[in-house]
T-cell receptor, first 115, second 110 residues
Framework: KAGVTQTPRYLIKTRGQQVTLSCSPISGHRSVSWYQQTPGQGLQFLFEYFSETQRNKGNFPGRFSGRQFSNSRSEMNVSTLELGDSALYLC??????????????FGPGTRLTVL | TQLLEQSPQFLSIQEGENLTVYCNSSSVFSSLQWYRQEPGEGPVLLVTVVTGGEVKKLKRLTFQFGDARKDSSLHITAAQPGDTGLYLCAGGYNNNDMRFGAGTRLTVKP
């Protein structure tokens, strides 16, 4: 099976702009989670989608949003970008309901730089 | 505040040495995973432990889950430069709510 793919891999934006990141999970995986990773804060959970519904949400402002499509592909959107949003954004898919033990399979990430 | 505390934060050792890194929390986990992440890539799952007291071995890596399912350790025997990376632990609290520690950044010098 192909792994989790994320596009784009690198992105440069300026403050105030918005950005949309895309994630395609492993075929058959219905859960997609998003994480923000920064050197200072480590890996922070943003939200998780399952069957097109947001099931869990981390502690991020409303500028961070996401959605999931019927084919399990997911997008996350960040509006009104701030300098502090510069980070590696990771998507992970999960094979729920088959003894997976919550194992997350990560994509390579999108490196977002806000200038 | 991290729900999972990992220690040490940084570790630099010579090839051939042994090391142990730790992951601790005040919460009980339904499962715990260890991941390794290399620069520019996403974390890669190494192991999942679900039973208190469980020990799993993966070649030179030994993973232990605490009896109370609140802590875990990763021991590497005879470390190699290829072991260099960021080691992350992640605890599962319910069906799919995962929380990660800040990681231990390991450097193994040849």
């Amino acid at each position: 099976k192909a792994g989790v793919t994320q596009t784009p891999r690198y992105l440069i934006k300026t403050r105030g702009q918005q950005v949309t990141l895309s994630c395609s999970p492993i075929s058959g995986h219905r859960s997609v989670s998003w994480y923000q990773q920064t050197p200072g804060q480590g890996l922070q959970f943003l939200f998780e989608y399952f069957s097109e519904t947001q099931r869990n949400k981390g502690n991020f402002p409303g500028r961070f949003s996401g959605r999931q499509f019927s084919n399990s592909r997911s997008e996350m959107n960040v509006s009104t970008l701030e300098l502090g949003d510069s980070a590696l954004y990771l998507c992970a898919s999960n094979d729920i309901g088959q003894g997976s033990g919550n194992e997350q399979f990560f994509g390579p990430g999108t490196r977002l730089t806000v200038l | 505040t991290q729900l999972l505390e990992q220690s040490p934060q940084f570790l630099s050792i010579q090839e051939g040495e042994n090391l142990t890194v730790y992951c601790n929390s005040s919460s009980v986990f339904s499962s715990l995973q260890w991941y390794r992440q290399e620069p520019g890539e996403g974390p890669v799952l190494l192991v999942t432990v679900v039973t208190g007291g469980e020990v799993k071995k993966l070649k030179r890596l030994t993973f232990q889950f605490g009896d109370a399912r609140k802590d875990s350790s990763l021991h590497i025997t005879a470390a190699q430069p290829g072991d260099t990376g960021l080691y992350l632990c992640a605890g599962g609290y319910n069906n799919n709510d995962m929380r990660f520690g800040a990681g231990t950044r390991l450097t193994v010098k040849p």
